[in-house]
T-cell receptor, first 116, second 117 residues
């Protein structure tokens, strides 16, 4: 699995957009980019994922560069409840065959602090 | 629909004792896995399964056994607990469908806090 690099921590003012970057320069063609977050000591929560096109859902937007070597998670209007550790993960698609899609490799993540 | 359920939530063991962490999901997911998370660290994969009767090792499998006799359950066994196994354990599950892009989402349980003294 490709490794990811994220900043250790970021701050954001409540109501403003939070932009969390992730580098995945060794990503291969059959790997998706996933974002999860972990609030306090709860189980990780799925946010969004994508392959090469930008994606948007009710929680966030995901912008993937054309060369797929980096991506940005955007929380459009951050709230205090968005304070969490955010993990950027690359994961092999099940379409690649085998069972390696089952392996998620978590890095250290980015500690996002949203302040009033 | 209860999602991914882990039991117990908290457990204290003495060194050398054995125990089983239970994980059950009611979403008919083929894929299930176990992770451990040490303080200030990301999650590390212990074992995973892509279906009943099929298991494989992850990044840190030593000291742990798993089996998958049913689709719903994926227990994690510690045969002889060691202080190094003090951690928070998370179970996760997802579909394995190659056709369902949305089915790639992995859902996590709320965690089991294990202390080995």
């Amino acid at each position: 699995d490709a490794k990811t690099t994220q900043p250790t921590s970021m701050d954001c003012a409540e109501g403003r957009a939070a932009n969390l970057p992730c580098n995945h320069s060794t990503i291969s063609g059959n790997e998706y980019v996933y974002w999860y977050r972990q609030i306090h000591s709860q189980g990780p929560q799925y946010i969004i994922h994508g392959l090469k096109n930008n994606e948007t859902n009710e929680m966030a937007s995901l912008i993937i560069t054309e060369d797929r070597k980096s991506s940005t998670l955007i929380l459009p209007h951050a709230t205090l409840r968005d304070t969490a550790v955010y993990y950027c993960i690359v994961r092999v698609s099940p379409n690649a065959g085998g069972t390696s899609y089952g392996k998620l490799t978590f890095g250290q993540g980015t500690i996002l602090t949203v302040h009033p | 629909n209860a999602g991914v359920t882990q039991t117990p939530k908290f457990q204290v063991l003495k060194t050398g004792q054995s125990m089983t962490l239970q994980c059950a999901q009611d979403m008919n997911h083929e894929y299930m896995s176990w992770y451990r998370q040490d303080p200030g660290m990301g999650l590390r994969l212990i074992h995973y399964s892509v279906g009943a009767g099929i298991t494989d090792q992850g990044e840190v499998p030593n000291g742990y056994n798993v089996s998958r006799s049913t689709t719903e359950d994926f227990p994690l066994r510690l045969l002889s607990a060691a202080p190094s196994q003090t951690s928070v354990y998370f179970c996760a599950s997802s579909y394995s469908s190659r056709a369902a892009r949305a089915g790639n989402t992995i859902y996590f349980g709320e965690g089991s806090w294990l202390t080995v003294v």
